[in-house]
């Protein structure tokens, strides 16, 4: 299993709902990762976990919750966002100490904030 | 400033045509990636080139790391429509203590048929 799953693929959500985004890999990599895209700009980075612990937070905000439940699973946790939240959440995975030769991504999730 | 430039940040070719697209840096990176976005999808990676000087083919596509490891091309040759997408070049931050990977801007090539 070469693949890196996200659920779901499309979300809409209201400023004050709670919802979760969903990352599976079976990869047997141990670096996970969150990034956030905005249309037309490049992926920015937002939290980074090896070996299950959280080791990089990029200033997000708090609304944002990563969890890493295991060496499988990355969580994102939402809540109470704002309409310029809106954009493509992307996870991806990696051997630890090895982003250099790359990233398998997954298909994303599109959030909508409304 | 962005670490990573791209260049151009938008082509439009004819099927058949061939076309390079850059991406540099003033500063040294340990390797460059290279990944294709279609829309409302995540990236794919093509390549990564790790050794200055380094090319690499990838069918029709060619890869080239500079010698100083600042700069790389993608070279394609006869371009098809399924080559449509963005382009994005990425590589770890010179000066993060951790694998954090920063992406440069982009070339969306759109190849018409």
């Known amino acids: 299993d070469t693949e890196v799953t996200q659920t779901p693929k499309h979300l809409v959500m209201g400023m004050t709902n709670k919802k979760s985004l969903k990352c599976e890999q079976h990869m047997g990599h141990r670096a996970m990762y969150w990034y956030k895209q905005k249309a037309k700009k490049p992926p920015e980075l937002m939290f980074v976990y090896s070996y299950e612990k959280l080791s990089i937070n990029e200033s997000v905000p708090s609304r944002f919750s990563p969890e890493c439940p295991n060496s499988s699973l990355l969580n994102l946790h939402l809540h109470a966002l704002q309409p310029e939240d809106s954009a493509l959440y992307l996870c991806a995975s990696s051997h630890p100490g090895q982003a250099r030769y790359g990233y398998t991504f997954g298909s994303g999730t599109r959030l909508t904030v409304v | 400033t962005q670490l990573l430039e791209q260049s151009p940040q938008f082509l439009s070719i004819q099927e058949g045509e061939n076309l390079t697209v850059y991406c540099n840096s003033s500063s040294v990176f340990s390797s460059l990636q290279w990944y294709r976005q279609e829309p409302g999808e995540g990236p794919v990676l093509l390549v990564t080139?790790?050794?200055?000087?380094e090319v690499k083919k990838l069918k029709r596509l060619t890869f080239q790391f500079g010698d100083a490891r600042k700069d790389s091309s993608l070279h394609i040759t006869a371009a098809q429509p399924g080559d449509t997408g963005l382009y994005l070049c990425a590589g770890v931050h010179p000066l993060a203590s951790y694998d954090k990977v920063i992406f440069g801007p982009g070339t969306s090539l759109s190849v018409i048929p």
């Open positions: 080139v790790v050794t200055g000087g």
